[in-house]
T-cell receptor, first 112, second 113 residues
Framework: KQEVTQIPAALSVPEGENLVLNCSFTDSAIYNLQWFRQDPGKGLTSLLLIQSSQREQTSGRLNASLDKSSGRSTLYIAASQPGDSATYLCAVSMEYGNKLVFGAGTILRVKS | DTGVSQDPRHKITKRGQNVTFRCDPISEHNRLYWYRQTLGQGPEFLTYFQNEAQLEKSRLLSDRFSAERPKGSFSTLEIQRTEQGDSAMYLC???????????FGEGSWLTVV
């Protein structure tokens, strides 16, 4: 059974700092990995999608890497802003377009 | 493209009552998913449809839960004889084909009292 773990569970940083969120998964036979953002009481917004054959994806100040063999992914956020405060969730898909298995998320607070 | 729409956004019901949630996916998205999320946890998969066919159901989906997607358009998730443990946010998501970005709705909060 696939298990996804996110570390740290919570993180508080001053504005402008670069930060890294970690995600690990137990079964490396994934189809793809996605990072999502969730604001309190809201749905999820997809940030980055990395196919199993890819090593990284970038969007603006966000960069996600994938090391499938070691079962790890990182989300790097450059020059953090208070608006980045949210919960960040990592999820893996085990099969072609099938269900996602989520981690519990990292709660990020960026202080101004 | 108006996004994934869910209704109602909030529902408070008494234990034992039935509730139904509706999800309208992004038009032309053939895959539709239901997830459940409790506080402090990531979403858990419940079921998914490709067009009108329900292709997989999680063991979390007890016989009190039923989902439909008539004509491959909107979907409903019904919970019969609600229990306090059903209190959660029910999320709907849709995507076009496989391996593509998935879009989530804002969720439907259920509180069973």
């Amino acid at each position: 059974k696939q298990e996804v773990t996110q570390i740290p569970a919570a993180l508080s940083v001053p504005e402008g700092e670069n930060l890294v969120l970690n995600c690990s998964f137990t079964d490396s036979a994934i189809y793809n990995l996605q990072w999502f953002r969730q604001d309190p009481g809201k749905g999820l917004t997809s940030l980055l999608l990395i196919q199993s054959s890819q090593r990284e994806q970038t969007s603006g100040r966000l960069n996600a890497s994938l090391d499938k063999s070691s079962g790890r992914s990182t989300l790097y956020i450059a020059a953090s802003q208070p608006g980045d405060s949210a919960t960040y969730l990592c999820a893996v898909s085990m099969e072609y377009g099938n269900k996602l298995v989520f981690g519990a998320g990292t709660i990020l607070r960026v202080k101004s | 493209d108006t996004g994934v729409s869910q209704d109602p956004r909030h529902k408070i019901t008494k234990r034992g009552q039935n509730v139904t949630f509706r999800c309208d996916p992004i038009s032309e998205h053939n895959r539709l998913y239901w997830y459940r999320q409790t506080l402090g946890q990531g979403p858990e998969f419940l079921t998914y449809f490709q067009n009108e066919a329900q292709l997989e159901k999680s063991r979390l989906l007890s016989d009190r839960f039923s989902a439909e997607r008539p004509k491959g358009s909107f979907s409903t998730l019904e919970i019969q004889r609600t229990e306090q443990g059903d209190s959660a946010m029910y999320l709907c998501a849709s995507t076009r084909g496989s391996g593509n970005t998935i879009y989530f709705g804002e969720g439907s909060w259920l509180t069973v009292v």
